[in-house]
């Protein structure tokens, strides 16, 4: 069974501090895929990465970074000076090739709060 | 691009009554999700259709929750009658196909209160 653990509930941090979301995932596929989204007070999950099993080249996508390691079952996120507008709520998010129909198992989700 | 519609985006009854839910996917996109989102929790998926067959419902109290896809493209999720547990933010998602490397797009969710 898939499953997808951020220990992180909530970081609260100063604008221009980085911030990293921690997020560790368990399955029996071989090949999976792995996802953030983001969540801010409006409401709508916002898609920001996908990645597969096969790519663990880390990504960078402005001030937004991903460090995949399959050696920790770990898929971490990184927001470098990070601004108010970044407040929200990150969810990590995975599923399997195997698995019929696309199914997207969520973690709890890490709040991150931008003072500033 | 349009993005995924649902409507409305808050809703407050009273237990017991009636409620409907309404979502407009990506146009082009076959595959729609419906999910429950608890306070502080990650969504759950509810029911997944491909075009208007829903193929994995096995989530859905089916004793008070139902939905339709009729025309393949429009999606209504129902409650009747409400409980005070279902109180949560309904999402709609959708996507190209049913691959998991297929990213799912959400709507902005209906929040509804129950009391």
């Known amino acids: 069974a898939q499953k997808v653990t951020q220990a992180q509930t909530e970081i609260s941090v100063v604008e221009k501090e980085d911030v990293t979301l921690d997020c560790v995932y368990e399955?029996?596929?071989?090949?999976?895929?792995l996802f953030w989204y983001k969540q801010p007070p409006s409401g709508e999950l916002v898609f920001l990465i996908r990645?597969?099993?096969?790519?663990?080249q880390n990504e960078i996508s402005g001030r937004y970074s991903w460090n995949f390691q399959k050696s920790t079952s770990s898929f971490n996120f990184t927001i470098t000076a990070s601004q108010v507008v970044d407040s929200a709520v990150y969810f990590c998010a995975l599923s399997e090739a195997q698995a019929a129909g696309n199914k997207l198992t969520f973690g709890g989700g890490t709040r991150v709060l931008v003072k500033p | 691009e349009a993005g995924v519609v649902q409507s409305p985006r808050y809703k407050i009854i009273e237990k017991k009554q009636p409620v409907a839910f309404w979502c407009n996917p990506i146009s082009g996109h076959n595959t729609l999700y419906w999910y429950l989102q608890n306070l502080g929790q990650g969504p759950e998926l509810l029911i997944r259709y491909e075009n208007e067959e829903a193929v994995d419902d096995s989530q859905l109290p089916k004793d008070r929750f139902s939905a339709e896809r009729l025309k393949g493209v429009d999606s209504t999720l129902k409650i009747q009658p409400a409980e005070l547990g279902d109180s949560a933010v309904y999402l709609c998602?959708?996507?190209?196909?049913?691959?998991?490397?297929?990213?799912?797009?959400f709507g902005p969710g209906t929040r509804l209160l129950v009391l």
């Open positions: 998602a959708s996507s190209p196909g049913t691959q998991g490397r297929e990213t799912q797009y």
């Open positions: 990645r597969n099993s096969f790519d663990e």
């Open positions: 399955t029996r596929d071989t090949t999976y895929y």
